[in-house]
């Protein structure tokens, strides 16, 4: 089933989030929390269904484009796409952003000013939105700053330890990579005279100017820092694990995939020429990322710490697939943001239900919860095993065709490492099970409430059967890659 003919499903995919958290701010005001909570729920419903709609048509190769005329004078106008690199990006947000809603209903239930998070929430997973569809190079920047922005807010006023300096690290560190990010595009405005995408793709292609390596090295430290990719990641550990749980999940699960969207769809598809220069040293920084990332997770003892070093490490395998500048490399590196998506995603759900019942974060202090807590138990090992590359599951695939990527690209030292570590990987989330499911005394408390646990089913259940479907998306990428 597609949308009727004229009706702007991507400006309203955008603007419905964006526009609706006002109301929700005044309700929420007005009627209290529950009524904001009610609000963002059914409006962020609302992008998934739009998205879950142009299904049929993006399967079909079709490239959906909308423009309404904004600023004329500077060449401006206020354009979107959705097409096979845009869409699977978009649906991994926009189903997120609308189950990590859900799951504050119960999970924040306890928490001050929840008339304020709930807009917020709204306008962090409007931004996202905005970054993956627009057409144009200043739109994107406002979008990642609209991304950004309340962001930081649901760090520093709902997150715990030291929120409040976590939140400015985070804000500082993340801008900086912006800031990076705006002198590519001012630079590339100048060099042009245009910012949008198909006119920089057309002219760059074209320009062998050794100016275009600078700046798509400019951009690609933007996209490195929203990614977290070695050594510029040391904000994502303190801000995944001290923010509030729907937020971790939203900040591992979808906003570092937007810095993978830059990388491809910038950096690889306007300039793909310029950045060939320095490929190979970015594929070996990604596996750097790994190793480091791996590492320090395998001796963390707090459990949200635990799976915030594993989305340094597992960016690493989607910057290295996007790397090697190969159809085989890219696919699986972005078939990858798909996957790591989902399963971080339920990973941090299931810590958020364990802190949630016991207000306990250190796995050498919890133990036994097997018996009390299967549904959670199962969700932790399916999701670990996923991001493990462990078949049948999703992660899987995703990985094989990174590896794949790797050596036909002759990058065969690096590729081999990689694989390797996909035993750090194991070796860390089969810690952290052993600790917090099987070794100890039995505990008695009860396993995830419903508010919570509906999330998580719909996350496990795509996890477990999406391999199944994994062509269907390859196949989205591939039109995209050829096009």
Known sequence: MSLAPGIPSLLLTVAIPIGFAPLALVYGRVAGWRAAAVIASVTLSVPLVLTLLHLPDVL???????????????????????????????????????????????????????????????????GMIGVVLVTNLFLFYIFWEVMLIPSYFLIAYWGTGNARVIGFKYFAMTHAGALSLLAGIIWLNA?????????????????????????????LVGAAVKMALFPVHTWLPDAHA??????????????????????????????????RVYSEFVALLSVVTMIWGGAMALVQTDIKRILAYSSVSQIGYISFGLSVLLPLGVNGG??????????????????????????????????????TMPFTAVAFLVGGLSIAGTPP???????????????????????????????????????????????????????????????????????AVFGIYLPSVQSLILFWLQS
Do not use: C
């Not at 749980?245 to 990388?263: D, H, N």
């Open 60 to 126: 079909g190769g079709r490239v959906i484009e909308e423009s309404i005329p904004w600023l004329p004078q500077l060449g401006l106008t206020l354009g979107f796409r959705l097409d096979g690199l845009s869409y699977f990006f978009l649906l991994l947000i926009t189903l997120v952003g609308f189950l990590s809603t859900v799951y504050s209903w119960r999970y924040m239930e306890k928490e001050r000013a929840l008339e304020v998070y709930y807009p917020l929430l709204m306008l962090f997973v409007g």
């Open 191 to 219: 060099l042009y005279g245009n910012v949008e995408f198909s006119t920089i793709e057309r002219m760059a292609t074209l320009d062998p100017r050794p100016e275009l390596v600078v700046i798509s090295a400019l951009i």
């Open 242 to 275: 001290e923010a509030p749980t729907p937020i971790s999940v939203l900040l591992s699960g979808v906003m570092i995939k937007t810095g993978a969207y830059a990388f491809a769809r910038i950096v690889i598809g306007m300039l793909g020429d310029a950045f």
């Open 334 to 371: 972005l078939l990858q943001v798909f996957t790591h998506g989902l399963a971080k995603s339920l990973l941090f759900m299931t810590a958020g239900v364990i802190i949630h019942s016991l207000e306990e974060r250190d796995i050498r202090k919890l133990g036994g919860l097997m018996a």
């Open 393 to 463: 599951l999703a992660g899987f695939f995703s990985e094989l065709v990174i590896f794949l990527g790797g050596f036909q690209a002759g990058l065969w030292t690096l590729t081999f490492v990689a694989i390797l570590a996909t035993g750090i990987t194991l070796g860390y989330y089969t810690r952290a099970f052993m600790y917090v499911f099987q070794v100890g005394e039995h505990r008695h408390t009860h396993d995830a409430p419903a508010g919570m646990a509906v999330p998580m089913v719909v996350l496990l259940a795509l996890i």
